[in-house]
Nanobody, 126 residues
C-alpha cells in the first residue's frame, strides 16, 4: 500500500505560480512512476505530467508544456509539480498517483495508476 498526500494548492491570479507537493509513505517510493492528474467540475480527470523512478523520463500534457515542470526527490519520498504562468483553465483539483508497472517507462492513462492522493484544489482567477 502507498499513501499519498498532496499539498500546495490555493488561489492565485492568472500569470502566477504554485508548487504542488506529494509525499508518499508505505512502499519503496523509487519503485514507482509518479503522475499528476487534474479534474475540473463536470469534466473527466485528465493527465498533467508524469515522471519515472529516477527522473530521467518525463511526459507532459500539451496544455501545460513549457509552463509546468515535474520533479521528484526520492530521498524525501516526494514528487513536485511547479506550475508557472497559470491560466484560469488550469483551475481543478490536482491529484498525484503512483504506478508500479510504469516505474521505468511511465504511462499517461489514469487507469494504470494503483494509488491516488486525495487531491488539492488549485483556483486561478482572471
Amino acid at each position: 500500500q502507498v499513501h499519498l498526500v498532496e499539498s500546495g494548492g490555493g488561489s492565485v491570479q492568472a500569470g502566477g505560480s504554485l508548487r504542488l507537493s506529494c509525499v508518499a509513505s508505505g512502499r519503496t517510493f523509487n519503485n514507482y512512476a509518479m503522475g499528476w492528474f487534474r479534474q475540473a467540475p463536470g469534466t473527466k480527470r485528465e493527465f498533467v505530467a508524469v515522471i519515472n523512478w529516477n527522473g530521467d523520463t518525463k511526459y507532459y500534457a500539451d496544455s501545460v508544456k513549457g509552463r509546468f515542470f515535474i520533479s521528484r526527490d526520492n530521498a524525501k519520498n516526494t514528487v513536485y509539480l511547479q506550475m508557472n504562468s497559470l491560466k484560469p483553465e488550469d483551475t481543478a483539483v490536482y491529484s498525484c498517483a503512483a504506478d508500479r508497472d510504469g516505474w521505468s517507462v511511465p504511462s499517461t492513462p489514469d487507469y494504470t495508476y494503483e494509488y491516488w492522493g486525495q487531491g488539492t484544489q488549485v483556483t486561478v482567477s482572471s
